[in-house]
């Protein structure tokens, strides 16, 4: 279990979220938050446990023990940019970071568009998820379900998910964590949002720890190769009659 006093009293202290709060048990915090009236407000929420967790496509977040960090947050944006669409790789890259710097040299890589493979296993997973209130009132959420430490017990996903310490030995600082987490993310946030186009450093940092690279794939149906990403964050799909770009959904 994680120090959730801590936690919540370093995040107060540096001054990032306008409200954070942490819940024993709770279905999603992605759910919880949506829902939850934050007046424009920026808003962090954790939970210690989550019974209805959910992933990307309508899948679930497994998480029976206790080294799984949980939280989603959530931003009100003042602006709507193209971008936004790129907010959950921005999220992956300033994960993969913060975390690597800790590591060291270890295998950790970027499943495009929205976990994080360590030893290729699993370690990280982003939901993102907009909310509209009203014209004026449009939020994006992020939810983040990070291993930290002790093991997967459940026997559907122990071959494919891991921890951090499972897979290092590797104790991570949970508070330095966060803090150098949101201070990337929310400086690159800012810099995303106000420019027209996606800097050739995002595309090529996604690219250089590119999970997918060369793997065999299948896209409804049709096997391929995917061979990273382009300009315009696309997965490049290569099927061997043709090059496809893939903007948003299930690659196997
Ligand atoms: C995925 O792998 O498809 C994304 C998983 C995201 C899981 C996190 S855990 C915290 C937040 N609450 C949820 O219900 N989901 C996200």
Same mark, same amino acid.
């Given at each position: 279990?994680?120090?959730?006093?801590?936690?919540?009293?370093?995040?107060?202290?540096?001054?990032?979220?306008?409200?954070?709060?942490?819940? /024993?048990?709770?279905?999603?915090?992605?759910?919880?938050?949506?829902?939850?009236?934050?007046? #424009?407000?920026?808003?962090?929420?954790?939970?210690?446990?989550?019974?209805?967790?959910?992933?990307?496509? #309508?899948?679930?977040?497994?998480?029976?023990?206790?080294?799984?960090?949980? +939280?989603?947050?959530?931003?009100?944006?003042?602006?709507?940019?193209?971008?936004?669409?790129?907010?959950?790789?921005?999220?992956?890259?300033?994960?993969?970071?913060?975390?690597?710097? !800790?590591?060291?040299?270890?295998?950790?890589?970027?499943?495009?568009?929205?976990?994080?493979?360590?030893?290729?296993?699993?370690?990280?997973?982003?939901?993102?998820?907009?909310?509209?209130?009203?014209?004026?009132?449009?939020?994006? =959420?992020?939810?983040?379900?990070?291993?930290?430490?002790?093991?997967?017990?459940?026997?559907?996903?122990?071959?494919?998910?891991?921890?951090?310490?499972?897979?290092?030995?590797?104790?991570?600082?949970?508070?330095? +964590?966060?803090?150098?987490? +949101?201070?990337?993310?929310?400086?690159?946030?800012?810099?995303?949002?106000?420019?027209?186009?996606?800097?050739?450093?995002?595309?090529?940092?996604?690219?250089?720890?590119?999970?997918?690279?060369?793997?065999?794939?299948?896209?409804?149906?049709?096997?391929?190769?995917? /061979?990273?990403?382009?300009?315009?964050?696309?997965?490049? +799909?290569?099927?061997?009659?043709?090059?496809?770009?893939?903007?948003?959904? !299930? =690659? =196997?």
């Amino acid at each position: 279990m994680f120090n959730f006093d801590n936690i919540e009293k370093n995040l107060k202290k540096a001054n990032i979220f306008d409200e954070v709060k942490v819940l /024993k048990t709770v279905g999603s915090t992605n759910n919880y938050i949506k829902t939850y009236d934050s007046l #424009g407000k920026n808003l962090i929420v954790f939970a210690e446990k989550q019974t209805n967790g959910r992933g990307r496509m #309508g899948r679930t977040w497994l998480s029976d023990f206790d080294g799984c960090l949980m +939280f989603s947050f959530k931003i009100p944006l003042d602006k709507i940019s193209e971008n936004i669409r790129f907010v959950t790789q921005l999220v992956a890259i300033c994960l993969h970071k913060v975390l690597l710097k !800790e590591l060291g040299s270890v295998s950790l890589l970027i499943k495009w568009p929205n976990d994080l493979m360590l030893n290729s296993k699993k370690i990280c997973g982003i939901l993102t998820e907009t909310v509209i209130e009203s014209k004026e009132n449009i939020s994006l =959420v992020i939810g983040i379900g990070l291993n930290i430490k002790g093991e997967i017990k459940d026997e559907n996903i122990v071959n494919i998910a891991s921890t951090i310490e499972k897979e290092t030995g590797i104790a991570i600082d949970v508070e330095k +964590f966060l803090c150098e987490f +949101f201070d990337c993310f929310f400086k690159s946030f800012n810099l995303l949002c106000d420019k027209p186009f996606i800097e050739n450093e995002f595309i090529s940092y996604i690219n250089e720890y590119f999970y997918l690279k060369n793997k065999e794939i299948t896209r409804n149906g049709v096997i391929g190769f995917s /061979k990273g990403i382009d300009e315009l964050g696309r997965l490049i +799909f290569d099927t061997g009659y043709e090059i496809k770009y893939i903007d948003y959904g !299930e =690659v =196997v």
